[in-house]
């Protein structure tokens, strides 16, 4: 039984250390650190309430790489699971080479100053990792995370090629806020105003943010507008799938979230340069933050289910076929059960998941590693006993958009 040390007490890392109490004969021991040791208190406390396990809490701040190594040769875990932000991901990377664990994250890196996700900065660490004996697995969330396992197992189940891919992500939660994200504002909105890219034919398309719009109809949510965004998981599937001509990602955002972004956006809230206020610098997007609701406070009135999925068009045996795969997440569930919305619970089971197989050594290898290199199969299984389970259906044709 393995001992793990889950860094970052926001909404993600509580479903995670929730989930992984849940399941004593996989998680030996559980220990949580962040930058503000109360809020991992309370997790804590809620676990013990919940399951009866006690999980050990450290304050820590990530970005201190001297301080985490210290950490992780006291707590002495085989694995680390981050699901801090993305400007910590290189520094945890650093400390468990140092202190030799191996790694897992949720959302690759992003430089602090610039609002650029790239897999690259973290694809550079693999001969170090090799070189270590150690393994790091990149983006076990939902997407990243359970889209490219749905992408691989559709390869490896239904289809001999994809042609193209899209990825649909549709919360259809209302959490009675005017406004408000589900998962840390800051990123979430430097992810939503970043120009959009897709995949075509061995090239990025960029247009401008939020231009490009289409209404889908969700299946236990409704129709909804959705609209085509980057998203990190295209990278990888891009460069892991080659034979994929065309990989889109599209997410819903209602009427209202888009007026408020756009305002913001036009006054300059969003801005990630530094301005001069009285005196002190601030960056205004996280300023913004410190006003915005924490998504980890949404739980208790967010009503509504997600429903995130992949479309994929491809041969079979000569023929063409296009298979829909989707989870649907109801937002009270979700809460019931580990005191967070969907939003969260959706990316900390699949942080759970990707952990178990791990330390199990099912996914095993030395150097960094993507989601979509390992079997799909044993994801598949846990998504389906542990909360997030999923459907597929044929399509009659490809996307008409
Ligand atoms: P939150 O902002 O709710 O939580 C982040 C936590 O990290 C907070 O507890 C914060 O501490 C802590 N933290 C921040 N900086 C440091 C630091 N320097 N050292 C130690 N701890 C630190 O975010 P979420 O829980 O919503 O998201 C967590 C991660 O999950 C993010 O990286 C996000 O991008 C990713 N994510 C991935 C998704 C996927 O599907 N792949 C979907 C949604 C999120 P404090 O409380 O003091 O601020």
């Given at each position: 039984?393995a001992?793990?040390?889950?860094?970052?007490?926001?909404g993600?890392?509580?479903?995670?250390?929730?989930?992984?109490?849940?399941?004593?004969?996989?998680?030996?021991?559980?220990?949580?650190?962040?930058?503000t040791?109360?809020?991992?208190?309370?997790?804590?406390?809620?676990?013990?309430?919940?399951?009866?396990?006690?999980?050990?809490?450290?304050?820590?701040?990530?970005?201190?790489?001297?301080?985490?190594?210290?950490?992780?040769?006291?707590v002495?875990?085989?694995?680390?699971?981050?699901?801090?932000?993305?400007?910590?991901?290189?520094?945890?990377?650093?400390?468990?080479?140092?202190?030799?664990?191996?790694?897992?994250?949720?959302?690759?890196?992003?430089?602090?100053?610039?609002?650029?996700?790239?897999?690259k900065?973290?694809?550079a660490?693999?001969?170090?990792?090799?070189?270590a004996?150690?393994?790091?697995l990149?983006?076990?969330?939902?997407?990243?995370?359970?889209t490219?396992?749905?992408?691989?197992?559709?390869?490896?189940h239904?289809?001999?090629?994809?042609?193209?891919l899209?990825?649909?992500?549709?919360?259809?939660?209302?959490?009675?806020?005017?406004?408000?994200?589900?998962?840390?504002?800051?990123?979430n909105?430097?992810?939503?105003?970043?120009?959009?890219?897709?995949?075509?034919?061995?090239?990025?398309?960029?247009?401008?943010?939020?231009?490009?719009?289409?209404?889908?109809?969700?299946?236990?949510?409704?129709?909804?507008?959705?609209?085509?965004?980057?998203?990190?998981?295209?990278?990888?599937?891009?460069?892991?799938l080659?034979?994929?001509?065309?990989?889109?990602?599209?997410?819903?955002?209602g009427?209202?979230?888009?007026?408020?972004?756009?305002?913001?956006?036009?006054?300059?809230?969003?801005r990630?340069?530094?301005?001069?206020?009285?005196?002190?610098?601030?960056?205004?997007?996280?300023?913004l933050?410190?006003?915005?609701?924490?998504?980890?406070s949404?739980?208790?009135?967010?009503?509504?289910?997600?429903?995130?999925?992949?479309?994929?068009?491809?041969?079979?045996?000569?023929?063409?076929k296009t298979?829909?795969?989707?989870?649907?997440?109801?937002?009270?569930?979700?809460y019931?059960?580990t005191?967070?919305?969907?939003v969260?619970?959706?990316?900390?089971?699949p942080?759970?998941?990707?952990?178990?197989?791990?330390?199990q050594?099912?996914?095993?290898?030395?150097?960094?590693f993507?989601?979509?290199?390992?079997?799909?199969?044993?994801?598949?299984?846990?998504?389906?006993?542990?909360?997030?389970?999923?459907?597929?259906?044929?399509?009659?044709?490809?996307l008409?958009?």
């Amino acid at each position: 039984m393995a001992k793990v040390l889950v860094i970052g007490a926001g909404g993600v890392g509580s479903v995670a250390v929730h989930k992984m109490a849940m399941n004593p004969d996989i998680f030996g021991e559980i220990a949580l650190a962040s930058r503000t040791k109360a809020k991992c208190d309370a997790i804590a406390a809620s676990v013990k309430e919940r399951t009866g396990q006690t999980i050990a809490t450290y304050q820590i701040d990530a970005d201190d790489v001297a301080a985490t190594t210290a950490l992780l040769n006291e707590v002495t875990p085989v694995l680390v699971v981050n699901l801090a932000l993305p400007y910590q991901d290189l520094h945890i990377m650093d400390a468990c080479l140092a202190a030799g664990v191996n790694y897992m994250d949720t959302a690759n890196y992003e430089p602090i100053d610039e609002a650029k996700f790239e897999y690259k900065w973290q694809w550079a660490y693999q001969e170090r990792f090799k070189e270590a004996g150690l393994m790091a697995l990149l983006g076990s969330g939902f997407d990243p995370g359970v889209t490219s396992v749905f992408a691989t197992w559709l390869k490896k189940h239904k289809l001999d090629t994809i042609r193209t891919l899209d990825i649909l992500d549709c919360n259809g939660g209302d959490h009675g806020q005017h406004f408000a994200t589900n998962f840390n504002p800051e990123i979430n909105i430097r992810e939503v105003t970043a120009p959009a890219r897709h995949w075509l034919n061995g090239e990025w398309i960029e247009t401008p943010a939020l231009t490009i719009r289409e209404n889908f109809d969700f299946e236990a949510v409704g129709p909804k507008n959705m609209y085509l965004m980057y998203h990190e998981e295209l990278e990888s599937l891009a460069h892991h799938l080659p034979e994929i001509e065309r990989i889109r990602f599209w997410m819903t955002f209602g009427d209202a979230y888009i007026t408020h972004l756009t305002v913001l956006q036009n006054v300059g809230m969003t801005r990630i340069d530094p301005v001069i206020y009285e005196g002190k610098e601030i960056i205004p997007l996280q300023f913004l933050k410190a006003v915005l609701p924490e998504p980890a406070s949404l739980g208790a009135t967010t009503k509504g289910k997600t429903n995130i999925g992949d479309i994929a068009t491809g041969l079979k045996d000569g023929v063409e076929k296009t298979f829909y795969i989707y989870n649907i997440c109801d937002h009270e569930d979700a809460y019931h059960e580990t005191g967070n919305q969907a939003v969260s619970y959706t990316t900390g089971v699949p942080a759970m998941i990707g952990a178990a197989l791990m330390v199990q050594g099912i996914w095993k290898g030395e150097g960094v590693f993507n989601i979509e290199q390992f079997d799909p199969d044993p994801y598949m299984d846990m998504l389906n006993k542990h909360g997030l389970p999923w459907q597929v259906k044929e399509l009659a044709g490809p996307l008409a958009f």
